[in-house]
């Protein structure tokens, strides 16, 4: 490789036509060379001084190379300076530095967006002092008029805004002023552009600044706050979720800045929770349970719950067009969607319960629409108890009385309802109660599996009433949950265990004349249960030999308990994820014996 001294350093010709040739190779999903190999050969190639400025020849001038080799030359420069940065020459820094600047401006948007994470990366490195040509840079491609220009400096900045924000709101020496105050106004200009992706941009930049809240943003608020009113209703959904984001975290952090214009936020997010894009509706969706956490007047909500119910309802519904559902229902197993407001379920004390390494997947546990809403109703629920039951009930009463199998999904959503409210609205509930309970038991036999699952989850949150209400309706619960912890669909099994684990908890020792058909039910379902729901047996067991204590210590109980336990132990290495969670069952076990 070529010995550098300079910014006017050159690469060999042969090198270049190496280092392209290997990373042509290592991109093709047609190459036949090992990529192992390759990944060595670049590898080795790093340890030498100048091979970076290589890779950053290759990204900034191979015009002749294809716009794939160019970025996968970035990336890896990216990377390699991650660890190299801090350890090259000044010189090769300042090559690297140099080579970057102009490919802000790139016609390739794939360049521009490279350029801008390699930008970041070296200021996290060396601070915005070891590089005072950048800003300069940013601010003269931010003023062009030039859309690349300006869409390559904004990603640059919107980057750096979100990985180091802190980096702009500092001194530097040599500067009059802290770089954001710089930047903070030609953001805001950028809220007006007609490009989307500049609208974007800056505004998630200026987002990033609502936790630190440096002091340019705050005497800006009033500016900052007619820009959102401005992109409000932007045609861009991206942009409409950003807006929602700002107010969410401005009522969590800085309420007081909302306080004048609330009525007007209110409507929005009213607004906007019925958006057709689910991700602005999810957004706009947090602002509930953030505005009951704000320590704001709870009356000033008061007057939207008419409106605002239904639309919570209306969201907590499956989508209409889900055809996978559907499909779902005939074979057996669900979709990879939720069936349970998540945050509320049951608490698993099998610390491992969660691994990534899971055999299932476990991407139907992702946040959406339908969990927001269902905890944003959980919430309201806790703040004005009874008097969200009026709006409530009728919307209930009509979707847990329609008939057929088109309009399960709205039967399924107010099951949901129910159990989202049942803390918050407990009171005026309770004389419903032991009707709520036997119209959900038939449920738990439904032919929809979502169905079934989610009146586990509901039962389980009226748990306390269950238990002291009459011993037929126990009963009836009790065996309703079992059967589902045996059935063919798994996260029905799931739902079903969390459930059967929260009536323990709450049962105790009124289980002990009912534990040989609970372990009877546990142990079949021991034996069929692939490995993420073998956990939560163990969960279910153990919590059942906590809430019975000694009376489980009877021959006939062990019997049918110990021996496929002990079985499974035989089975178990010693780095199996299962062996903590199995380990703990026994513990819970070996206390009461």
């Known amino acids: 490789m070529a010995a550098a001294g300079s910014v006017s350093w050159q690469p060999q ?3 270049l036509k190496e280092i392209c040739g290997l990373l042509e190779q290592q991109i093709s999903p047609y190459s036949s060379a090992d990529k192992s190999q390759i990944w060595q050969k670049l590898q080795h190639y790093s340890q030498f001084p100048d091979f ?5 020849f290759i ?3 191979a015009e002749g190379k294809s716009g794939e080799i160019r970025q996968a030359a970035g990336l890896l420069l990216k990377n390699n300076l991650r660890a190299a940065y801090k350890l090259m020459s000044p010189a090769h820094q300042q090559y690297i530095k140099s080579e970057l600047l102009p490919c802000l401006g790139a016609a390739d948007k794939h360049i521009r967006s490279t350029v801008g994470t390699i930008v970041t990366v070296i200021v996290q490195l060396g601070g915005i002092l070891g590089w005072p040509e950048l800003l300069q840079a940013l601010v003269n491609c931010l003023d062009s008029g030039d859309l690349n220009h300006m869409e390559g400096a904004m990603d640059a900045l919107s980057k750096i805004c979100e990985d180091i924000p802190q980096v702009l ?10 770089p954001i105050n710089i930047f903070l106004p030609r953001l805001f200009q950028f809220f007006q552009s007609p490009h989307a992706t500049l609208r974007k941009l800056s505004l998630g930049s200026v987002n990033e600044y609502i936790m630190l809240m440096p002091s340019a943003l705050y005497t800006s608020m009033d500016k900052y706050l007619q820009g959102l009113f401005v992109l409000a209703n932007d045609p861009a959904a991206e942009v409409r979720k950003l807006v929602c984001g700002a107010f969410v975290q401005l009522i969590e952090l ?13 409507e929005y997010i009213l607004q906007v929770n019925k958006d057709t894009d689910e991700e602005v509706a ?14 704001l007047p709870y009356e000033n909500l008061r007057e939207y719950l008419p409106r605002l119910i239904p639309i919570l309802l209306s969201n907590m519904v499956y989508a209409d067009d889900d055809e996978s559902l559907v499909d779902a229902e005939e074979d057996g197993s669900l979709p990879d969607r939720d069936q349970d407001l998540k945050p509320r379920f049951h608490t698993s004390r099998l610390h491992g319960s969660d691994d990534a390494e899971d055999d299932d997947d476990d991407s139907y546990n992702i946040w959406n629409l339908r969990k927001c809403s269902a905890a944003a109703l959980d919430v309201l629920s806790n703040v004005f108890g009874d008097e969200i039951l009026p709006t409530l009930m009728p919307i209930i009463q009509a979707k847990l009385s329609a008939r057929g199998d088109e309009t399960w999904k709205d039967r399924e959503a107010a099951v949901l309802v129910l159990g989202a409210i049942a803390e918050g609205c407990i009171n005026g509930l309770y004389p419903h109660l032991s009707e709520i309970v036997a119209f959900l038991i038939p449920l738990l036999d439904d032919k929809f599996a979502l169905i079934r699952s989610i009146s586990c989850w509901t039962l389980s949150r009226f748990s306390k009433y269950i ?17 589902r912890i045996l059935d063919t669909n798994k996260r029905v099994q799931e739902a079903a265990c969390s459930a059967f684990a929260t009536l323990e908890e709450e049962a105790a020792e009124e289980l002990a004349p009912r534990l040989e058909v609970i372990l009877q039910h546990l142990m079949c379902a021991f034996g069929k249960y692939q490995k993420r729901n073998l956990r939560i047996v163990y969960d279910a067991i153990g919590t059942l030999a906590d809430a019975v204590g000694e009376k489980l210590n009877k021959p006939v109980y062990l019997e049918i308990l110990m021996p496929p336990l002990i079985a499974k132990w035989e089975q178990v290495s010693n780095s199996d994820k299962d062996l903590f969670p199995l380990l703990e069952c026994f513990t819970s076990i070996a206390q009461v014996s």
């Open 13 to 15: 010709e042969e090198g």
């Open 52 to 56: 970076n400025n290589y890779l950053v």
């Open 59 to 61: 990204f900034a001038r």
């Open 169 to 178: 709101d500092s001194d530097v020496p040599g500067l009059a002023e802290r």
């Open 254 to 266: 800085h309420p007081s800045f909302l306080e004048p214009h609330l009525k007007n936020v209110i």
């Open 282 to 295: 999810l957004e706009a969706c947090e602002f509930w349970s953030a505005y009951c956490d704000a320590q």
């Open 467 to 483: 238990v002291q209400d009459s011993v037929e309706q126990f009963d009836a619960v009790l065996m309703g949950l079992l059967q």
